[in-house]
């Protein structure tokens, strides 16, 4: 016999940790969803061979070439939420056009945004050792870049803190029940 308790079950949390190469998307991203419980998903590696082979060789992504690499972020968005999986992933979304497509897969989603100036971006990728994004493509990032708008969702936290600060910073603009906590 089920006994309505009156609880209701928090619906998935769906977190996308969104800012340009070298705000520490993948290390803040990481250290979120161990923190919140939630299973990561790096957008790297849903990047077909094509947009690799284009950055590795120097030449930024266009929006044709972003477009099937959302898509994939969208259907792992999908399935975890069907799944009711509390999700984490990394996605630069940096166009508001991109986030919208992200959107599709769930109204609910949330960004955090590492907002980050050029020079300290620039410096981490050029300290960073294989990795296909080179430095010479900061700027264009930034010239794509967006920030999210008031009506988004999103919380914009100061990625040039300690990554510690940045994750609990994450953590406290996120708002997360604490039955979300693991």
Same mark, same amino acid.
């Given at each position: ?33 161990? *923190? ?19 950055? $590795?060789?120097?030449?930024? @992504? ?19 939420? #069907? ?8 996605c630069s979304a @940096? ?5 919208? #497509?992200?959107?599709?897969? $769930? #109204? ?28 010479? @493509? ?11 708008? *008031? ?7 100061? *990625? ?20 979300f906590h693991s």
């Amino acid at each position: 016999m089920d006994l309505d308790t009156g609880a209701v079950a928090p619906s998935p949390l769906i977190v996308i940790v969104m800012g340009v190469s070298g705000s520490g998307k993948s290390v803040i991203g990481a250290a979120l969803a161990e *923190a919140i419980g939630a299973r990561f998903a790096e957008a790297d590696r849903f990047h077909p061979p094509e947009n690799i082979n284009r950055m $590795s060789a120097g030449m930024p @992504l266009r929006d044709e070439d972003r477009w099937g690499w959302l898509d994939a972020i969208a259907i792992e968005i999908s399935d975890a939420e #069907r799944a009711g999986e509390t999700l984490v992933v990394t996605c630069s979304a @940096l166009k508001r056009i991109y986030r919208d #497509r992200l959107r599709l897969a $769930s #109204r609910d989603i949330r960004f955090v945004y590492l907002a980050i100036d050029r020079d300290t971006a620039a410096a981490r990728v050029a300290a960073r050792k294989g990795h296909f994004m080179p430095a010479s @493509l900061i700027d264009s990032q930034y010239a794509d870049l967006h920030p999210p708008a *008031a009506d988004e969702n999103a919380a914009t936290i100061d *990625a040039s803190k300690d990554p510690a600060e940045v994750l609990a910073d994450a953590v406290a603009a996120l708002k997360v029940p604490a039955a979300f906590h693991s």
